[in-house]
């Protein structure tokens, strides 16, 4: 009848209680979505987030609590990658954040969360908080041996940095190490690494003038995103792809 009869409720019932029922809403949600899930992942996250903090609150970690914040973080960090795709970079920081605090504190996964939230700080123009992220992303990557997420961590930290000082790392520098992750990516037969690399070539062609370098750049940035079928790289590189060739 009012939130408040439902605010009372909720508070005179016991946190393992409390736990208990929203792990066992998450899975009942879960089991009716079926292939839908997706879109009913936040919520989904929000109730394995509330079960893991709850039995976090009432002793120290063990095999369930941590399985509760892997879960919880995957779903988040699924959420957050879309909400990025679409341009909501609140949500995205937001859901993504929450990934990296219920998750494990170590391997590919988080690499890839922080990685993904270091992308999205930087969007929202916090470079400091993105420079943390993908120094951490670089460290756990490397220490996974993640070889593809080890060069995307690297060249998106290298372009954060220069936006931090953009007297802190040298042109040929950025670029040296850019035309490197390339060359291991193209190795690796990576896509979205190589969409991403080309892009961040050709902005580094774009700002001294090298129009047409920069064009043919994102021209092979293009061809990578659309061979991924990743839309949000194929954004990025046809405006620059345009910007360039509307200037050359």
């Known amino acids: 009848r009012h939130l408040l009869i439902r605010d009372a409720a909720y508070d005179a019932v ?19 979505a079926g292939e839908a899930v997706s ?19 009432l002793g120290p970690a063990d095999g369930r609590s941590d399985a509760l914040g892997h879960r ?6 699924a959420a957050g990658r ?17 990934a990296a605090s219920v998750g494990p504190d170590r391997g590919v996964e988080r690499a890839w969360t922080l990685y993904h939230l270091g992308a999205a700080l930087q969007e929202a123009g916090d470079e400091p908080a993105a420079l943390a992220a993908l120094d951490e992303a670089v460290r756990l990557a490397e220490s996974a041996d993640d070889r593809s997420l080890g060069w ?21 520098t950025a670029r040296a190490e850019i035309e490197a992750a390339i060359e291991a990516l193209t190795e690796l037969g990576d896509e979205a690494g190589l969409a991403d690399a ?7 062609e774009f700002q001294p003038c090298r129009f047409d370098h920069a ?15 990743d839309d949000r790289l194929l954004f990025d590189a046809l405006r620059l792809r345009m910007l360039s060739e509307s200037y050359g």
């Open 72 to 77: 919880a973080a995957l779903r988040l960090a």
């Open 39 to 57: 879109e009913e992942e936040e919520i989904v996250a929000y109730h394995l987030e509330r079960a893991f903090a709850y039995r976090r609150e």
């Open 14 to 32: 016991a946190k393992s209680r409390r736990a208990e029922l929203h792990e066992r809403f998450a899975d009942w949600l879960e089991r009716v």
């Open 152 to 172: 995307r961590a690297r060249i998106a930290r290298t372009e954060v940095q220069n936006e931090v000082d953009p007297r802190s790392v040298p042109t040929a």
């Open 198 to 204: 080309w892009t961040k070539l050709g902005f580094i």
């Open 82 to 98: 879309r909400a990025a795709a679409r341009g909501d970079l609140p949500a995205a920081v937001g859901l993504l954040s929450r």
């Open 215 to 229: 064009a043919r750049a994102e021209a092979r940035a293009v061809a990578y995103a659309r061979a991924c079928g």
